[in-house]
């Protein structure tokens, strides 16, 4: 990343895919997961809150240390891009994390998500959600190049098709046809 691309991230200060830490720790990685169970952000340490390059201290370790914290402390474990940099003769790290595809990841057994410029505790109602949320945009929202149109229950099919007609007094047709016609537009669950 640009020199001055980082120096103008950290002049912006922090938002919902922006935290600004003045040393590795906890909170680091709490911030890594509640923003992989957001859109994906970045944590940069050896800065403060103030926008103050501080720098950090590091050794020839640091950086795989720090990697190997995140990863055994995250659950499904999250795999971050670790950058260093210099500024004004000060050394930052960056952490990047990618939104994680099947949600929720959690810290020690807790979950966290990313709201404005904060991480927030979730509910086990609100982990129920994002699980099933994540559900529906993961593997059941692609068709399975393994199964044909014969592999489908045409009971259950039928089912529905006589639900909908009796509520909304339609002709749906054959399953074909209705399958086709409905394809991607509601989700069948049986």
Not at 35 to 57: E, L, Q
Not at 99 to 113: H, I, M, N, Q
Not at 131 to 159: A, G, Q, V
Not at 168 to 182: E, T
């Amino acid at each position: 990343m640009i020199i001055e691309k980082i120096k103008k991230i950290i002049a912006d200060g922090e938002n919902g895919n922006i935290e600004l830490k003045l040393s590795f720790s906890d909170e680091v990685i709490i911030s890594l997961v509640a923003m992989a169970n957001f859109k994906g952000g970045r944590v940069i340490v050896g800065v403060g809150d103030n926008k103050k390059i501080s720098g950090v201290k590091l050794n020839s370790e640091s950086l795989v240390h720090w990697a190997n914290e995140i990863k055994n402390k995250t659950q499904p474990f999250l795999s971050v891009d670790i950058e260093k940099h210099i500024i004004d003769k000060k050394t930052i790290v960056i952490f990047e994390v990618s939104e994680f595809p099947l949600k929720p990841v959690s810290f020690k057994g807790r979950f966290y998500v990313r709201k404005n410029n904060a991480n927030h505790l979730l509910t086990l109602q609100e982990i129920s959600e994002m699980y099933l949320r994540t559900k529906n945009s993961s593997w059941d929202f692609y068709p399975n190049k393994e199964k044909s149109l014969n592999d489908l229950d045409t009971e259950k099919i039928e089912k529905v098709k006589i639900m909908i007609e009796k509520n909304l007094a339609v002709s749906l047709g054959d399953n074909f046809s209705f399958l086709r016609k409905y394809s991607g537009s509601y989700a069948i669950y049986g």
